[in-house]
């Protein structure tokens, strides 16, 4: 079902938009935090401690992906704002071919440079083989998910959030269901980890496409427009690098403060790796309301209702407000029986006290990504990915110089500060920049 949020109330537009979301990226996590609770309950704290050393690898290449599809996304918005059918089937065509040669290639790197890479992020020897294969195996997931999130993002550009959410919520809870049988009851080991999260892949991949063959048929692309557009891929290109770059960055930072925490041992990896659940919890809604921010905008920007634009924009930052506030509060009361979760045995008294001292520091720094989520949100869909690349450098940097110099001193502790002092300085760049826009120019493109 397609939303023009050309015309209407903004507020509604935002929250019909971004709920699907929320709910789609909090089940995604919810089988995340359940594949490493079901590894380290019945594999053990090892097979956790692997699969965090394997998770800022992988999210680099998922994040990558999603960075092209989030650029893609905001000129199908455009073109669907501006009423260009035609324009819409081109570029998804030409963003499904590039993206599917471009996954292939980083799927075969993967198998073969994922033994020195782990060795230069100093995965301890005792866990070095299972992350090892475990992370091989992730890697040949690569196209599924490529495949899968530009169809999600042609229907998200399209104001139809609600979709992609359903595939997600039938793939996650056949990759718990998979897990529990195969690792709970029949004692498979971390490698069924992998494979159960790959076959969940390609379900969701498979069914968005049906979905868009059967329900859709006019975004389809016809059998003549099934080719790379040239013109097109160069604007995919400029707007998905830049994007792709940016998405990119945060995984970076993940893989080099992963080194960081590598050096502190296996107890800290383990709450590492559990924490880091928590807070993509709670930090993926903010970003699903800031993709929601995007669209409004693009959409807008297309349909050249430049009005509409600003009063938009301050709809999605008082949502990212009461998220941010609702979510600190909650991790704040609830952070230790979370973290008990994800771990049993010998260890987990001293995991879960790691753990907790961690987010009790987050629970009062989350509201500062909930509005720096606002602001990248309104530069995407104005087209200013610069900015949006911009901030995210600063952010990204300043955290791990800062994790380089925090964490050997305070341990956990220093990451969790580390974050703060980051999204801060992001933060004043970015809002000045906005103010500066906002004199008169919100229809620059």
């Not at 039938?170 to 195969?182: A, E, G, K, P, T």
């Not at 995407?380 to 300043?398: A, D, E, K, N």
Request: hydrophobic share 50%; aromatic share 10%; with cysteine.
């Amino acid at each position: 079902m397609t939303t023009d949020m050309t015309s209407g109330s903004a507020y509604r537009h935002l929250w019909r938009y971004a709920l699907p979301l929320m709910l789609g990226n909090w089940f995604q996590l919810c089988y995340n935090a359940a594949d490493s609770v079901i590894a380290g309950r019945f594999i053990g704290a090892h097979a956790l401690a692997a699969e965090g050393a394997a998770g800022p690898v992988m999210n680099l290449v998922i994040l990558a992906i999603s960075g092209v599809t989030v650029g893609a996304g905001v000129l199908m918005s455009e073109f669907f704002g501006a009423r260009d059918g035609q324009r819409l089937r081109h570029e998804l065509a030409t963003t499904l071919l590039a993206g599917l040669w471009f996954s292939a290639a980083v799927a075969g790197l993967g198998l073969v440079f994922t033994p020195p890479l782990l060795r230069w992020l100093a995965v301890p020897a005792d866990i070095f083989p299972i992350t090892v294969l475990y992370l091989r195996i992730t890697f040949l997931g690569a196209p599924f998910t490529c495949f899968y999130n530009i169809l999600a993002a042609g229907l998200k550009s399209v104001g139809d959030a609600r979709t992609p959410l359903r595939f997600l919520m039938i793939s996650s809870l056949l990759n718990i269901l998979l897990d529990l049988v195969f690792i709970g009851w029949l004692g498979f080991g971390i490698a069924c980890s992998a494979a159960t999260t790959v076959a969940a892949e390609a379900v969701s991949a498979a069914l968005a496409a049906g979905y868009l063959r059967r329900r859709l048929p006019e975004l389809c692309p016809r059998a003549g427009e099934w080719r790379i557009d040239r013109a097109l891929l160069g604007r995919t290109v400029r707007y998905g690098g830049v994007s792709a770059l940016q998405q990119a960055c945060q995984p970076i930072g993940k893989v080099l403060i992963q080194g960081q925490v590598n050096a502190l041992g296996v107890d800290v990896m383990a709450a590492y790796n559990a924490v880091t659940r928590v807070d993509d919890f709670a930090c993926i809604p903010e970003q699903s309301i800031s993709q929601g921010i995007t669209t409004y905008i693009a959409q807008n920007r297309g349909a050249g209702r430049h009005d509409r634009i600003r009063s938009g924009f301050a709809a999605g930052l008082l949502m990212e407000l009461c998220y941010g506030l609702f979510i600190g509060g909650a991790t704040a009361l609830l952070r230790t029986p979370v973290v008990s979760l994800f771990v049993t045995g010998p260890s987990a008294q001293a995991v879960v006290e790691l753990g907790a001292r961690y987010l009790g520091a987050m629970a009062v720094f989350y509201l500062l990504p909930a509005f720096t989520n606002g602001f990248q949100g309104y530069f995407r869909g104005m087209g200013r990915l610069g900015v949006t690349l911009l901030g995210t450098l600063i952010q990204t940097s300043l955290r791990v110089v800062f994790t380089m110099l925090l964490a050997p001193r305070l341990g956990i502790l220093g990451i969790a500060f580390a974050c703060a002092g980051g999204w801060c300085v992001m933060l004043l760049v970015e809002v000045p920049l906005y103010l500066l826009r906002m004199r008169g120019r919100e229809g620059a493109a």
